[in-house]
């Protein structure tokens, strides 16, 4: 789930939000269970030696997990978000920032855990090019004004 803490703009994505670091802690000591446990296989590099952090703060957003190294963010959704209008617009500000996002359900986390960090995995490793509404991939602009986001870490 990624929570709002200010409107969007077009600052960097890494420039600190007034607030956004006590709403990640805060988030980070309120975890959910599917949160817990993606978090569980994700911590330590155990995810073929990829470095996560979670509940980051990313402009004016807070992101359940990201991988800076590979700009991949995982987002966990409840049923609350379900064709959100909201979230469609947090993708395409994080696209535009050069991330691309990765969401599952939370009954998926729970349910299907291998086939997650399958799919986590492959998108770490470049194997998902294009947006796929099955697998709910949504690809980063690679560019966008025609200025590359690698240095926007």
């Given at each position: 789930?990624?929570?709002?803490?200010?409107?969007?703009?077009?600052?960097?994505?890494?420039?600190?939000?007034p607030?956004a670091?006590?709403?990640?802690?805060?988030?980070?000591r309120?975890?959910?269970e599917?949160?817990?446990r993606?978090?569980s296989?994700?911590r330590?590099?155990?995810?073929?030696?990829?470095r996560?952090?979670?509940?980051?703060?990313?402009g004016?957003?807070?992101?359940?997990?990201?991988?800076?190294?590979?700009?991949?963010?995982?987002?966990?959704?409840?049923?609350?978000?379900?064709?959100?209008?909201?979230?469609?617009?947090r993708?395409?500000?994080?696209?535009a920032?050069?991330y691309?996002?990765?969401?599952?359900?939370?009954?998926?986390?729970?349910t299907?855990?291998?086939?997650?960090?399958?799919?986590?995995?492959?998108?770490?490793?470049g194997?998902?090019?294009a947006?796929?509404?099955?697998?709910?991939?949504?690809?980063?602009?690679?560019t966008?004004?025609g200025?590359?986001?690698?240095?926007?870490?």
């Amino acid at each position: 789930m990624i929570l709002s803490v200010l409107p969007p703009s077009s600052g960097p994505v890494n420039k600190r939000r007034p607030g956004a670091t006590q709403k990640a802690r805060f988030l980070r000591r309120s975890e959910t269970e599917p949160e817990f446990r993606l978090w569980s296989d994700l911590r330590n590099r155990l995810l073929n030696e990829y470095r996560f952090s979670r509940q980051v703060p990313l402009g004016p957003y807070v992101c359940d997990f990201v991988c800076r190294a590979r700009r991949l963010i995982v987002e966990l959704d409840g049923a609350q978000y379900a064709d959100s209008l909201h979230d469609h617009k947090r993708t395409q500000w994080l696209n535009a920032k050069g991330y691309s996002l990765l969401r599952f359900w939370n009954h998926e986390i729970l349910t299907e855990r291998r086939q997650v960090l399958d799919t986590i995995l492959a998108a770490l490793e470049g194997h998902y090019s294009a947006r796929c509404e099955i697998l709910r991939f949504y690809p980063a602009n690679k560019t966008a004004n025609g200025v590359s986001h690698e240095g926007d870490l």
